[in-house]
């Protein structure tokens, strides 16, 4: 991998680092509400919160809120709503089951500009659809009409899962040592992340989603359209087979910028990037002329999870992921000495 940096992302209209920096702030804001249930909060892939204060030994609800971004704009320009739902689903309880929690319950929030019940049942189709993936429960939502924020037509998608663990289950990468092993679980695409700059992408070089690509066997739009794969049911498996030291959600950022959020101090992953990217990355790449090291922070360029076990654990990870259907492979190794 390269190590130019190009600003690409940033030219399409979505800054990186500026998001860092509202994080910060979010987190120093959030800390004024803390109290004693309170195991970790705003910037990790979910909130945990235990329940011991309040009688419930050992209990801890782990949370999460994330939507779709700008890939519901492909939904509603090729009118097809029905997996939007499922990657909504999916962005949320993959960021709660990171934790070692297991995902119970999910609600949704769609608000648009001239709304109708068949796009809404739609959607809602989507979501059910991935609630019945994970394993968790549709409990409720919201829709929203807003016609003086939305234009007819459109919509924007939020959803929250709520998971809940023993203490003793919980994962926090503080077990991760040197020589440990990080396999990563095999995306199904693009999920939902960097849609801003793919859309630009293709947009400049004259690309319309009804145009038939060889590299995919079928349409742009189908191709973007391939709902985010849902990992919950899978490590809830690898969590109770082998000694899951950590797991992380390859979204925005990409593996550069996730895999560190569950590292200890001192620690960091060589990466081995031999494995093959899926074709939506490479045309991507080769269209808009983006750097590696750009490609890799901002798409998930063939894993969507991450997880962290010891050597001698990676083949069993692996034939796990093999009886489920999902492909993984060895991307790195953890070196460097803890901090002492």
Wanted: overall charge negative; aromatic content about 6%; charged content about 20%.
């Amino acid at each position: 991998m390269t190590s130019d940096k190009s600003m690409e992302y940033t030219k399409s209209g979505v800054n990186i680092d500026a998001a860092a920096s509202w994080v910060s702030k979010i987190k120093q804001l959030a800390e004024q509400t803390r109290d004693a249930g309170v195991l970790s909060g705003v910037g990790g892939f979910s909130g945990l919160y235990s329940l011991e204060h309040l009688g419930f030994e050992n209990l801890v609800l782990a949370s999460g809120a994330d939507g779709v971004g700008t890939k519901v704009i492909i939904a509603q320009i090729m009118d097809k709503h029905d997996t939007v739902g499922i990657d909504l689903v999916a962005m949320n309880v993959d960021d709660v089951v990171t934790s070692g929690a297991t995902p119970l319950f999910f609600l949704d929030y769609i608000a648009g500009g001239g709304l109708t019940p068949h796009l809404v049942e739609q959607i809602v189709k989507g979501v059910a659809a991935g609630c019945r993936a994970a394993g968790c429960v549709l409990l409720g939502g919201e829709t929203a009409q807003m016609p003086d924020l939305y234009a007819p037509g459109e919509y924007d998608l939020a959803g929250f899962c709520v998971g809940i663990a023993d203490k003793s289950q919980l994962i926090d990468g503080k077990a991760i040592k040197q020589g440990d092993v990080v396999i990563g679980l095999a995306s199904s695409g693009l999920h939902s992340n960097g849609y801003t700059l793919a859309r630009k992408v293709f947009r400049e070089a004259g690309w319309g989603l009804n145009r038939h690509v060889d590299q995919f066997g079928r349409t742009l739009g189908e191709e973007l359209l391939e709902p985010t794969r849902i990992y919950a049911p899978l490590l809830l498996k690898i969590r109770d087979s082998v000694c899951l030291k950590g797991a992380a959600h390859i979204t925005g950022g990409g593996m550069v910028e996730n895999l560190p959020r569950i590292l200890p101090p001192g620690l960091r992953v060589e990466f081995d990037f031999v494995w093959e990217v899926p074709p939506v990355f490479q045309v991507i790449q080769e269209l808009g002329k983006i750097s590696d090291t750009e490609m890799y922070r901002v798409f998930n360029m063939g894993v969507g999870m991450a997880v962290v076990v010891a050597q001698d654990d990676a083949d069993k990870v692996i034939a796990l992921c093999g009886e489920t259907g999902i492909p993984s492979f060895v991307v790195g190794e953890v070196v460097g000495e803890p901090a002492r």
